[in-house]
């Protein structure tokens, strides 16, 4: 991207300036209105990429009319200041995913582009008249308003960057235009053997401080908490699906495998018809090229493998017995994050800090490039992990829900409580063009399962630890100590003689009590098996 565009991260709230919040907020609000303008013609705007969504002309509006919408009900804007109330009216509010088959019947009459565009300038002198007018000097909490208004509104653009570019990435290719700077990473063929990392488990402690010396960075309501949980050892895969390892369930036909898929699931599939993953371009019965955002190319085999939740499950269930999609608080072992509450998270942070993600950074993510990267391409982490951080989304199979001490943020009332309905599960780690909050350790961010983003998984196996009480030389020594003659089990004169025999000798004690009679209510006849090795 062009060096002007250069992502920054998150902004250190305990130490605000209007001239570092005006850039932060020029940045992001520049750098949508880049993505954007990729569209080919003033008409495609209009179409839908996809049914389940509003067409591109709405993102266009909607994230403009949040900024006068969340300034306006915290008292930063007065009501004569709006713009444009009718825009602020039609562009406020998207939609849900919905169901798969809950097709959009957009019928509306959206205004002229050129017009929309023309909100956008207005807006943002607005914007950048109303922040120097603010009192930034005191570090900024959830409860002052004003400024939270300001911070959520180019936090929720970002969240428009990731969710308009996937959009984008759906409409025919022709309809596209790469912006200036659009740079899409390599391949390097096939990857690597992707092997299973051990992780012992451990305590991990959830959710993102309220105290601005711990976690410096504006957070959305579903983020702040406090859980411990107690995790289990178990083994991951080092990196991400891959490709080429995808490539094996399409040729076993693993689409067309009932027993493979969750009951929603197979629905899903069965009513979209897929057979391979959303991106994924079918040349013939075996061959693929791959869509980016703007153009088709070879397949990057040793990029990872962009599907939706249902998918990742039936891979799962295709690898074998217990594999399974990872849970948000072994991610965050993986992560090296157990303790959100420590000092030195802020930090470490990814999405945090002054520095721009380049690549030394070791992460993909702040439109380092314009596509996915090898799942190789970066050092691992100290556990031994690639893109914990970045890259695609890590699909989760944790429920979307609050964290313990959850409270819905009045500014935004309905941005989680109406998806805590077990119907969405979270993604964590952020993508490629994740910025800002979804860059942060601490996002959570959910998703319907049949959801497409820029999302791919790792596999969780079981470990089966050895029983030391069914080993082979164990079983043998049962059986020699059950049923081996006297003279070999006991070859010497001393030793317990009383111990020869002894199951021979019980069963003989239990036909001759079975064989007395039997003495109704005598509570003084009693059994005990007590198994001892």
């Not at 089990?489 to 069963?507: D, I, M, Q, S, V």
Request: a negative charge; charged letters at 25%; one cysteine or more.
């Amino acid at each position: 991207m062009p060096d002007a565009l250069r992502r920054t991260k998150q902004l250190n709230i305990a130490s605000l300036t209007p001239a570092a919040i005006s850039a932060y907020f020029d940045n992001v609000y520049t750098t949508y209105e880049w993505l954007m303008s990729s569209l080919s013609s003033d008409e495609v705007y209009y179409e839908f990429p996809n049914r389940l969504r509003r067409p591109l002309i709405f993102y266009l509006g909607h994230t403009a009319v949040f900024y006068i919408n969340k300034l306006c009900s915290a008292g930063v804007l007065t009501e004569e200041q709006r713009p444009n109330p009718h825009y602020e009216d039609i562009f406020a509010v998207g939609v849900d995913e919905m169901s798969w088959d809950d097709m959009a019947d957009d019928h509306f009459e959206w205004p002229p582009v050129a017009d929309v565009w023309k909100y956008r300038r207005a807006v943002k002198a607005l914007v950048l008249e109303a922040i120097p007018a603010l009192d930034w000097s005191a570090p900024v909490t959830r409860d002052m308003h004003k400024q939270w208004s300001v911070l959520m509104s180019i936090e929720h653009e970002n969240i428009h960057l990731e969710t308009s570019s996937v959009l984008i990435r759906e409409l025919p290719v022709e309809k596209t235009r790469a912006p200036d700077g659009w740079a899409v990473a390599p391949s390097f063929g096939m990857p690597p053997k992707n092997k299973f990392v051990h992780m012992h488990g451990g305590t991990v402690r959830m959710g993102k401080p309220s105290d601005v010396v711990l976690s410096p960075a504006y957070g959305w309501d579903c983020e702040f908490g406090d859980e411990t949980h107690q995790v289990g050892e178990f083994e991951v895969t080092q990196f991400k699906v891959s490709n080429a390892e995808w490539l094996a369930f399409v040729n076993d036909k693993g689409y067309e495998k009932q027993e493979l898929w969750s009951e929603e699931g197979w629905r899903w599939c069965t009513f979209s018809k897929a057979r391979h993953p959303h991106f994924w371009v079918p040349l013939d019965a075996s061959k693929y090229r791959f869509r980016t955002m703007f153009e088709e190319i070879d397949m990057p085999w040793d990029w990872p493998v962009e599907v939706n939740h249902l998918e990742a499950y039936a891979y799962c269930q295709w690898r074998g017995d217990g594999f399974r999609l990872i849970t948000e608080p072994e991610w965050r072992l993986i992560a090296g994050f157990p303790d959100s509450y420590a000092k030195d998270v802020a930090a470490r942070d990814p999405g945090f800090g002054s520095k721009p993600t380049d690549l030394s950074s070791g992460y993909n993510k702040d439109l380092l490039f314009g596509s996915s990267t090898p799942v190789n391409f970066f050092k691992p982490n100290e556990q031994g992990i690639y893109d914990a951080f970045g890259n695609v989304w890590e699909l989760s199979s944790s429920e979307y829900r609050g964290l313990a001490g959850f409270q819905e943020h009045s500014l935004y009332m309905d941005f989680s409580t109406p998806c805590f309905d077990g119907k969405h599960d979270l993604i964590l780690g952020g993508s490629w063009i994740s910025t800002g909050n979804e860059s942060s350790v601490h996002a959570r961010y959910g998703f319907r399962r049949h959801f497409f983003q820029h999302a791919g998984f790792r596999v969780v196996r079981p470990i089966h630890k050895e029983n030391v009480y069914e080993t082979e030389e164990s079983l043998h020594q049962y059986i020699h100590f059950h049923y081996g003659k006297p003279a070999d089990l006991l070859p010497w004169e001393f030793g317990p003689t009383a111990a020869l025999e002894f199951p021979k000798r019980c069963a003989e004690l239990c036909i001759q009590h079975a064989s007395a009679p039997v003495r109704p209510l005598d509570f003084r006849l009693r059994a005990v098996f007590i198994p001892i090795a």
